[in-house]
């Protein structure tokens, strides 16, 4: 199914801010504490990072309550999680964001032994708390519960548990909630086990609208096949190429099947070619926030239908050599997708 992804790949919300704007987009990824943030981007180096050290320690003897937090969270922000760990640990029972950032790395095992069963209890500790200076972070930790119990990390397993704290962290599409909720809400109504294609279709809808990449890629992928919604080919485009424009690899590589499909073949082989050539994951799922295995499968669709294009001279100069080479890179991208793509070229639909 196109729109089926893999929930066994989502990731802890990083730290909110306490007032979020309407992200326009996900680089923007808006969620991580700005002041330290920007600490962190100040006071790149070594030496640097020890000034910051000593003025926010300064600060902390001056009496600035927020300086405490900002120098575990100058440490988080430079990946010594061991430091950032000790400062958030000092704090955790006066400042919630530090049991937030606490309970994250406790979960994913930043800095300390994993310890998912605490993670889970921290997190639980802020969305049970009536204190308003936690209200902020509510949204992100029922989004975070709601990963542990698909994964039965921390608790027990359970899709239903997993669906009622996502909900809870949607808010019903409030931009200010969290949109990692709402996408993967529109994910967990796509797979087998949980289908509602209707639900998948509100979800995806108001994601994208609070700023989603990986949910405009999806909806173009639903109005594309009718699914959840009535077929639309105009909206499909417009939501593929948007999507594609915004960095997103796998709404790219169906925008290039698409092309190829209505014989568009220059510009089908063009925009495969663009997507064939990506190779670090991990840095494009950083910059779009989209999930690596889809990020693969959008990369395994450009080289398949490049190396098709290769191997007939459809929109490029035929070349079995490079052919072979990028059917090659599609397997090894994603087996089941280039097995899928194999056989159409057998059953010659492609």
């Known amino acids: 199914d196109d729109v089926s992804m893999n929930l066994k790949k989502l990731t802890c919300e990083p730290l909110p801010q306490k007032k979020r704007r309407k992200c326009t987009t996900l680089q923007e990824r808006g969620i991580k504490n700005n002041a330290g943030r920007s600490l962190a981007s100040s006071f790149k180096h070594v030496t640097e990072v020890r000034k910051a050290d000593i003025f926010l320690r300064k600060k902390i003897r001056d009496g600035d309550l927020q300086a405490n937090f900002l120098l575990g969270q100058l440490y988080f922000e430079e990946g010594c999680y061991e430091t950032a760990l000790e400062e958030f640990n000092n704090i955790k029972d ?64 359970s899709d239903s548990e997993a669906e009622r704290l996502w909900i809870l962290a949607a808010d019903d599409g409030n931009p200010k909630a969290s949109v990692k909720a709402q996408t993967t809400l529109g994910m967990f109504y796509c797979r087998p086990e949980t ?46 190429k948007e999507a594609s424009s915004r960095g997103n690899v796998y709404a790219q590589g169906h925008l290039a ?15 495969a070619y663009r997507v064939a050539q990506y190779d670090n994951i991990p840095f494009i799922a950083k910059e779009t926030d989209c999930l690596p295995s889809y990020i693969a499968k959008g990369i ?51």
């Open 94 to 157: 006066c400042d919630f964001q530090a049991l937030y950032q606490l309970g994250v790395m406790y979960y994913d095992g930043l800095g300390t032994k994993e310890d998912p069963a605490l993670g889970v209890e921290y997190m639980n500790r802020i969305i049970n708390t009536d204190d308003p200076k936690a209200s902020h972070l509510k949204f992100a930790a029922y989004y975070n519960l709601g990963i542990a119990s698909l994964e039965g990390f921390g608790m027990p397993q």
């Open 300 to 350: 395994a669709l450009g080289a398949f239908y490049y190396a098709r294009c290769l191997q007939l001279g459809l929109g490029t100069k035929p070349n079995q050599t490079e052919a072979r080479k990028y059917f090659c890179k599609a397997i090894n991208m994603d087996r089941d997708i280039a097995s899928d793509l194999h056989f159409q070229v057998i059953m010659e639909r492609i």
């Open 257 to 271: 099947a698409y092309l190829y499909s209505r014989k568009l073949y220059n510009s089908a082989a063009e925009l």
């Open 195 to 240: 289908k509602n294609l209707q639900k998948a279709f509100f979800w995806h809808s108001e994601a994208c609208g609070n700023g989603s990449l990986e949910s405009q890629g999806a909806l173009g992928l639903l109005y594309l096949n009718g699914q959840g919604i009535r077929k639309d080919i105009q909206s499909a485009c417009e939501c593929l």
